[in-house]
């Protein structure tokens, strides 16, 4: 006879459907009991159309029934919200203050590289105007969703991801919403969106210090922030008002990085400042963090962007990068 | 016996403290009669401080009665709020819906085209939480107000601006507000700032399709806006939502810009576009209106605005940018 264990472990072979992560990884597997060869298992119903149920019905009967040993099996749904579910363990938001300087690429890479180590990733793009995350993994399409809550979309490579932009009828629709509206997207995202089980959520936030990352500072249980600029003594200024900020609502700034650092031209084996001299050590200071690394211009990683292949990436500035995210992450 | 007409111009050589233009240019000179020989000035007192006014007083008397036949002289300030007396022809909006892609450049170089065709320009930068307008045109410091309202900052060039890094005490200081408070400041900055007689108001709006745009399209007679984007699909996405955006509030697009085109590398003689292929065309047929130009990445343009010195920019493709520019604005 099988233990509840053993049955746990058949259970995260079952993938939810509408996102391939399994009823386990998902936090949807509530109590699983064995009784002289009667099996019960009670699955929380959140964000689960009446289909989806039906279906996770059938198929659980079928795995568990096939374990040598059950004799009988018992299925209950229970009524569960997404935020009693979720278990986020590290909630780290993507922050620079100015528009452009590539908080939505940094975003990206740092979920995947923390995704590459085997981490369970999320990313909760918190840019309700500007979402730009669902392009870049090349993901579209409503998700799937029931009264009580909604999935994300699964990346490629097993990432998770929550954006307005998967729902709006067309990727170019305008949301034109006041900050408060803004706030409420934000929070719902966090609370109504069935992330299950993660080891991080990345939170890629818009520009500026308004609503957005208000919201998600006040809201969202933030374990530290990663500051990203550019060279420009311009936007070394913009970005010194988003370390203030975070240091005034007491998050801790994990590390900076510095995009756009350089073009590599190889005709002539030159590196160009094209947006001036770095400020990487500059601003290394201003925040009291760690440089994690200073990426260049890389055309190539534009075009896998355009194309949603930003799972595809592979170079060095990147593996530099992220091994000193890693060390930074992994010593917390 | 002068006329009135001529005391006015007279008058136009009085410059109001703190800032360098004309009683006649804010709009300050409300009545001007003259009666056997006895001369009568009504001056608005509108962001005048006491000790303005007190100067003008003395600096006005003095100028009348330098003039021939003018035997006596009175001046009295009425109350007068400087929404009363701003006159402002075109008021154009220069938008993009993605963060970084230019804007505040775009802004300061339409300004600076009008500035140099001879035109009264001014910049309201209605970015509240990454205002970039200020550093680029060297300014700095707290302008003069009164209970009434405020003086705007005057470029070297003569350039009126506000924003609000002209009143925080330190330029990277974070203004941490919702919504709300940022659509208060824009407006305030329409209403209570004395911008006087303008032929053109360029206001450079923040990314995002949020409170700052949705009170800038409400709030203010915009004749018109410009949309700045650059060359990545990604951005063309985000941009073709404030494209959208301006669509639904009604407003005329008058042309787009395509910034950050292509990088020159003079060592090779060779133009990279290292942000992709130009989305000139498909944009301007989104956007219904004539592409204005397609401005390059300029390492001298980023020096120039780090230091301060935007206004002394001159190159081959401003110039042709600033053509097309003017083509569409006198045209209208």
Tied chains: 1, 2.
């Excluded at 909630?91 to 590539?102: E, F, H, R």
């Excluded at 840019?127 to 969703?145: A, C, R, V, W, Y």
């Excluded at 031209?265 to 590196?271: G, H, L, Q, S, Y």
């Amino acid at each position: 006879m099988p233990t509840s264990e053993q049955i746990k472990t058949a259970l995260d072979k079952v993938l939810v459907p509408g996102i391939k992560r399994s009823l386990v990884k998902m936090n949807l597997v509530k109590d699983v009991t064995v009784n002289d060869g009667k099996v019960e298992v009670t699955l929380a119903n959140a964000a689960l159309m009446k289909e989806a149920q039906e279906w996770l019905k059938t198929k659980v009967n079928q795995v568990v029934l096939d374990m040598e040993g059950v004799k009988e099996m018992r299925l209950d749904f229970t009524e569960a919200k997404p935020k009693e579910l979720n278990s986020v363990k590290n909630v780290i938001a993507i922050m620079s203050g100015k528009g452009g300087v590539g908080k939505s690429l940094v975003s990206s890479l740092t979920a995947i590289a923390l995704r590459r180590q085997g981490f369970e990733v999320g990313i909760l793009d918190a840019d309700i105007t500007g979402p730009s995350i669902p392009k870049m993994f090349g993901l579209s399409g409503l998700p799937p969703m029931s009264e009580s809550g909604m999935l994300p979309a699964l990346s490629p490579s097993g990432i998770e991801v929550m954006s307005i932009n998967l729902l709006l009828p067309a990727e170019d629709d305008a949301v034109i919403w006041r900050g408060p509206l803004i706030g409420q997207a934000i929070t719902q995202f966090w609370t109504e969106v069935l992330w299950g089980n993660l080891d991080y959520l990345i939170v890629d936030l818009p520009p500026g210090t308004a609503d957005a990352p208000l919201t998600v500072m006040q809201q969202l249980p933030i374990s530290g922030v990663i500051i990203v600029f550019t060279p420009q003594d311009l936007t070394a200024m913009v970005v010194r008002k988003a370390v203030k900020m975070a240091r005034q609502m007491s998050k801790p700034i994990l590390g900076v990085i510095e995009n756009m650092s350089y073009l590599y031209i190889p005709e002539i084996d030159k590196k160009m400042e094209i947006f001036g001299k770095s400020h990487a050590a500059e601003m290394a200071r201003a925040a009291g963090a760690p440089l994690l690394g200073q990426l260049p211009i890389d055309p190539g990683l534009v075009t896998l962007c355009d194309e949603g292949n930003i799972e595809h990436y592979n170079a060095e500035a990147y593996s530099a990068f992220t091994q000193k995210l890693l060390d930074v992450l992994l010593k917390k």
